[in-house]
């Protein structure tokens, strides 16, 4: 007998923000997959909790702040059982069962249990007056217990008890805030933040007491007042607990499955049972309970992801805690927590207690730790996008806590990467909200509904607008940006891709068919560079491409004389080489002889028609001190004289040397080797750096001691020389192939990322490793020392110098 | 330098009588590059671009005069080799200066190549 397949059956206990999203991730990736049922302990729709406060204070209507009505689960085939508590999961028989007796059968089943509010032992709690704050229920009852009251008395001065304390006040209230540590919102401000916060409040009104402790309600029936530790009575009318939340595990506990502070979740957000899931508060992830909205919609995304299979490679990895938010009209960015500080951590704060101003940021290796801005969230979107993406920061602090311009400046938002989160609490790119202005999506809800944009905490709508108004009935944004150069309108990748797929070997053939009919020296010379890499030694070399520095391999001088730089390998030099360099300096009068930066020596002042024969006298390859290429690995002496050397850095220097000589690149390449952490070679600053540690090599990219100072990051550590060799053939490769023409590696690695280069080249993430130690080999292998052009010119008059003319 | 005095008196041209001189074949010219000739005290570079267009002007960018002999050619204007100011090969214009280049007429004749030139600037002091 043929029977339909059935669909597999869903179960979600919980309808709050994790079990809404979960529903709606799920619909959209595969609606016709699942039999979904939905429990749900309160007897509504799924609504925005954190705009709970908004109802308390009458600034939102109930209604309001619904994200899916009643009405929206029957039209999605959604079967909610609202007000129906889950009262077993019967793991055997794979079966639900609510408290009104109803048992649903599934074939995987989510809990989405949220959390309840802690409620502390407090004698006398039972009397009337005495509420906690977390469902639309507690709000209703909230509001008309304080139609009869004068006094309220809050306990928890974190977030929501100070939501709470600010929609009492609008009630008219005299309302007292009692908190039990030294300050307020402990979790996102530190002590003096807290006290400027606590200084703000006071100003509304609110009295607030802290490291006080409530033991005690009392009165008859009603309350009448509470008793502090100390014996202290006050009078109140109301007592709104908010004390903090627990999640809520006795389901999963009963069931058997495993939990700590919450149910136990791995990166795919599965319980011990595999078909058992958890998201949202009530699971603990890494040994983290998450609390915020932004982290549980990212765990949403991840588990509809894997259970519709639309990528089952999917993994929550864990989130960085940035929120931002209002708290009594007073704006807060928090980000991180200030009790991960070290001892050495930078803390760079600004306090302005007149405006109630309190910023302070904890860095650590020039990446943002954790920070809070409390009365002034200039900034707030690119510390919240620095402190997401772990970017390094600019060294100026004053710019990161008054301004950096960029995207938060007017008329600038064009400027704003398509990549850049627009949205944090729902993780919405830029791209994605020009896209949706394109789709016809023109005003800030219209996008929100499209995009879910501002539906979190709302702190970005206003940028929303700015697109909104710079790009509905706009031209497209200007893609040249992107070009790698000005004549060719396309980025670097496709251009190569382009020139591969078409065989052009020239630069003429590269603007006649790629070029939009302009030309420019940069184009010309920026070609030229990228022909060489692609093509190594295979191509047309059409000289008129080049600069002067590579058309006769020599660095030009202001007075248009040139520099003579010899190759030493490694900096180390014999003496029968610096009598030919001295011999070569006398004879062709050079005006300077002169030891540079990179351990070498350089012959100055000598006239372009002499070159090939001071190269030939010379007998020195070229050290390509004159373009953009492998200038040099300067090293310290290390192990083969140093009494500290802990690494042969003379030996590793000129292997890598001898090896890389000459290869090019999209700027100059300068290495350097250290045989000990006293890193005398300066290696840390260096496009690529190694430093001898006991045990092997680290090796560092990106670094830089010019115009630009930066420390090189720790790309691996290695055991061997050849190691180290390998992987700097690699990241060379993948810099020729990805930099940006004239991008130093400091700026590629910065944009790159370093942990992505190390994914990519240490762990092979994309698989290319092989290809790129191939290419790097048939660069090597191509290589030829240019001063043999000394020899065999390209043209008789390559080097010539102005020629005398015969006078009639 | 004898070439920075003549730069001196660029904008009081006066019309001096003019002779051909042959510069040597078109070939000495790498194609797309320039080269300098010394004609009497002053060294002119000449330009052979893809095109086939031949230009010459004095080697000397008005900037801080350098050799724009050695410089790199596109879209009709050749890039100084040492800071990059564009100078137009026909006008001798450049954006950035009120002074222009000095150019020359110049023309090809079965592969030789002839330069006019002032003749009282052909005969000033020795070159150095």
């Known amino acids: 007998m043929a029977t339909t397949p059935r669909k597999e059956r869903l179960v979600i206990v919980g309808n709050g923000m994790a079990g809404g999203r979960l529903v709606e991730e799920i619909l959209q990736r595969d609606p016709d997959r699942f039999a979904i049922t939905v429990f749900g302990a309160e007897p509504y729709g799924n609504y925005n909790r954190i705009l709970l406060s908004n109802v308390l204070n009458g600034t939102q209507r109930p209604e309001e702040i619904f994200l899916n009505p009643l009405s929206w689960y029957r039209e999605h085939g959604v079967a909610l059982h609202a007000g129906v ?96 540590g030294s300050h307020l919102m402990a979790q996102q ?57 627990r999640p809520n595990v006795e389901l999963a506990k009963a069931a058997g499955l495993p939990v700590e502070r919450a149910i136990l979740v ?46 089952p490679e999917a993994r929550y990895l864990g989130s960085k805690l940035a929120t931002r938010l209002k708290v009594l009209g007073v704006n807060l960015v928090s980000l991180g927590s200030f009790r991960d500080a070290r001892p050495d951590d930078e803390m760079v704060t600004y306090s302005e207690p007149g405006r109630g101003v309190y910023k302070r940021l904890l860095i650590r290796n020039n990446r943002l730790i954790a920070g809070c801005l409390l009365g002034d969230e200039t900034n707030a979107e690119e510390l919240i996008r620095l402190f997401s993406e772990d970017g390094p920061l600019p060294e100026d602090r004053a710019r990161l806590l008054f301004g950096l311009g960029g995207s938060s400046a007017p008329g600038e938002v064009t400027q704003i990467p398509d990549d850049r989160f627009i949205c944090s609490c729902n993780q919405v790119t830029k791209g994605r909200i020009c896209q949706a202005i394109r789709e016809g999506h023109a005003t800030v809800s219209a996008i929100a509904s499209a995009t ?44 190569v891709a382009e020139i591969t797929r078409r065989g052009l070997r020239s630069v003429s053939a590269v603007l006649q068919e790629l070029g939009n009919g302009s030309e420019d020296p940069e184009s010309k010379m920026g070609l030229a560079s990228l022909l060489r890499s692609v093509w190594n030694d295979q191509y047309v070399d059409e000289r008129d491409s080049r600069f002067i520095n590579d058309r006769v391999h020599a660095n030009i001088q202001k007075d248009g004389t040139f520099s003579v730089v010899p190759r030493i390998y490694g900096g180390v030099v014999t003496p029968e080489q610096l009598r030919r360099i001295a011999d070569v300096a006398e004879k062709y009068r050079a005006r300077m002889v002169k030891i540079t930066g990179g351990q070498r020596i350089d012959i100055l002042g000598v006239r372009k028609e002499d070159l090939p024969a001071i190269w030939r006298e010379l007998g020195m390859p070229s050290g390509h001190a004159y373009t953009k290429a492998f200038r040099t690995c300067k090293t310290c002496v290390g192990t083969e004289f140093c009494r500290f050397g802990v690494g042969d850095a003379i030996s590793l220097g000129i292997q890598v040397e001898k090896r890389f000589q000459g290869i090019e690149f999209p700027h100059k390449v300068k290495l350097a080797a250290s045989g000990c952490p006293r890193n005398c070679a300066e290696a840390s600053t260096k496009d690529i750096g190694y430093i001898a540690v006991e045990d092997g090599w680290e090796v560092l990219v990106g670094g830089a001691a010019g115009s630009t100072v930066r420390k090189g990051d720790l790309l691996c550590k290695v055991k061997t020389h050849e190691e180290a060799i390998r992987i700097t053939g690699r990241f060379m490769e993948y810099y020729r192939r990805h930099g940006k023409y004239r991008e130093r590696t400091h700026a590629f690695v910065e944009r790159i990322g370093i942990e992505r280069l190390r994914q990519i080249l240490v762990e092979d993430s994309e698989g290319i490793c092989a290809e790129l130690d191939a290419a790097i080999e048939e660069a090597v292998r191509a290589y030829r020392d240019p001063w043999l052009e000394g020899q065999e010119p390209v043209h008789p008059r390559q080097f010539a110098g102005p020629e005398l003319v015969v006078l009639p | 330098m004898a070439e920075r005095e003549y730069m001196a008196d660029l904008l009081k041209w006066q019309a001096e009588p003019e002779k051909e001189v042959c510069l040597g074949d078109l070939e000495t010219i790498p194609l797309g590059e320039g080269r300098v000739f010394l004609v009497g005290t002053q060294a002119v570079a000449v330009f052979r671009t893809r095109k086939g267009e031949l230009f010459a002007l004095d080697n000397y960018c008005p900037h801080q005069g350098g050799p724009l002999g050695d410089g790199l050619v596109a879209a009709g204007k050749v890039a100084c080799p040492l800071h990059g100011w564009l100078v137009d090969l026909k006008t001798g214009a450049c954006p950035h200066s009120a002074q222009r280049v000095r150019t020359y007429p110049i023309r090809e004749e079965n592969g030789r190549l002839y330069l006019t030139f002032p003749v009282a600037l052909a005969h000033g002091p020795e070159p150095f």
Request: hydrophobic share 40%.
């Open chain 1, 85 to 180: 508590r889950v009262t077993k999961v019967d793991r055997t028989r794979k079966v639900v069962r609510g408290e009104n007796g109803i048992e649903v059968p599934y074939d995987r089943l989510v809990l989405a249990t949220g959390s309840s509010p802690f409620v502390p032992p407090l004698e006398g709690r039972e009397r009337e007056g005495v509420f906690v704050f977390r469902t639309l229920d507690d709000c209703e009852a909230i509001a008309s217990y304080a139609a009869q009251s004068r006094r309220a008395v809050v306990l928890g001065g974190g977030l929501l008890g100070l939501e709470a304390a600010r929609g009492l006040l609008t009630h008219r209230l005299a309302v007292t805030v009692v908190e039990l």
């Open chain 1, 189 to 245: 401000l530190d002590p003096e933040g807290g006290k400027m916060l606590q200084r703000t409040i006071e100003a509304m009104g609110i009295t607030v007491f802290t490291e006080t402790l409530a033991t005690a309600v009392l009165g008859d029936r009603r309350v009448e007042a509470i008793r502090f530790k100390d014996g202290t009575v006050y009078e109140t009318d109301m007592v709104v607990i908010s004390c903090g939340i």
């Open chain 1, 266 to 311: 791995d990166d795919r957000l599965q319980t011990e049972d595999p078909d058992i899931y958890a998201v949202g508060e009530c699971a603990q992830h890494r040994g983290t309970v998450y609390g915020l909205v932004a982290p549980i919609w990212e765990q949403c995304v991840v588990l509809a992801d894997l259970l519709t299979e639309t990528r």
């Open chain 1, 452 to 495: 879910k944009a501002g539906t979190g905490c709302g702190g970005c709508r206003s940028l929303v607008q700015r697109l909104v108004e710079a790009y509905a009935g706009e031209a497209a944004l200007d893609p040249s940006v992107d070009w790698y150069v000005p004549a060719v309108p396309l980025a670097k990748e496709e251009l």
